[in-house]
T-cell receptor, first 115, second 111 residues
Framework: DAGVIQSPRHEVTEMGQEVTLRCKPISGHDYLFWYRQTMMRGLELLIYFNNNVPIDDSGMPEDRFSAKMPNASFSTLKIQPSEPRDSAVYFC?????????????FGPGTRLTVL | TQLLEQSPQFLSIQEGENLTVYCNSSSVFSSLQWYRQEPGEGPVLLVTVVTGGEVKKLKRLTFQFGDARKDSSLHITAAQPGDTGLYLCAGGGGSQGNLIFGKGTKLSVKP
């Protein structure tokens, strides 16, 4: 299996621009998670989906952030407009059944820099 | 709000030394996981513990879940440079499987 795939691996953009991050989960996994990692705040859960339906988006920092999962094999996280404080590494992870004992399989992350 | 505090935040040791890192909370968790993250990669699961007092061993790594399921420790015996990385603990308790992550312990093992 190819594992969780994220693109792009690196993104550098200017303040005010729209940014779209992409994720392909492991086939057959029902749960998909989006995280943000910074030195100050660690790994924070932004939103997660079950069978393509958003379950909890309470971690999404502002209305500038939105996430979609149009089908079982693709999800996007969009930031519009982007700000320098959005600079972080964004991870996508998937798990089979959504149990707290499940392994969460993480992608390699997208390093976002907003100038 | 459930929080997990990890200590120490940074640890730099020589190859062959032993070390212990800690993960503490005032909340009870139904399960606790440890992940290791290497630079430029996502976290990878090392172990899951679910029972208070449970001890699991993975080669030179020993994981323990506290009796009250509020804390956990990771002990590494005879550390090697390959153990270098960020060690994250994550607590589970929500019905939907979302995890609460600590900020991690960044371990550097020098040859």
């Amino acid at each position: 299996d190819a594992g969780v795939i994220q693109s792009p691996r690196h993104e550098v953009t200017e303040m005010g621009q729209e940014v779209t991050l992409r994720c392909k989960p492991i086939s057959g996994h029902d749960y998909l998670f989006w995280y943000r990692q910074t030195m100050m705040r660690g790994l924070e859960l932004l939103i997660y989906f079950n069978n393509n339906v958003p379950i909890d988006d309470s971690g999404m920092p502002e209305d500038r952030f939105s996430a979609k999962m149009p089908n079982a094999s693709f999800s996007t996280l969009k930031i519009q407009p982007s700000e320098p404080r959005d600079s972080a590494v964004y991870f996508c992870a998937s798990s089979p059944w959504g149990l707290s004992t499940d392994t969460q399989y993480f992608g390699p992350g997208t390093r976002l820099t907003v100038l | 709000t459930q929080l997990l505090e990890q200590s120490p935040q940074f640890l730099s040791i020589q190859e062959g030394e032993n070390l212990t890192v800690y993960c503490n909370s005032s909340s009870v968790f139904s399960s606790l996981q440890w992940y290791r993250q290497e630079p430029g990669e996502g976290p990878v699961l090392l172990v899951t513990v679910v029972t208070g007092g449970e001890v699991k061993k993975l080669k030179r790594l020993t994981f323990q879940f506290g009796d009250a399921r509020k804390d956990s420790s990771l002990h590494i015996t005879a550390a090697q440079p390959g153990d270098t990385g960020l060690y994250l603990c994550a607590g589970g308790g929500g019905s939907q499987g979302n995890l609460i992550f600590g900020k991690g312990t960044k371990l550097s093992v020098k040859p």
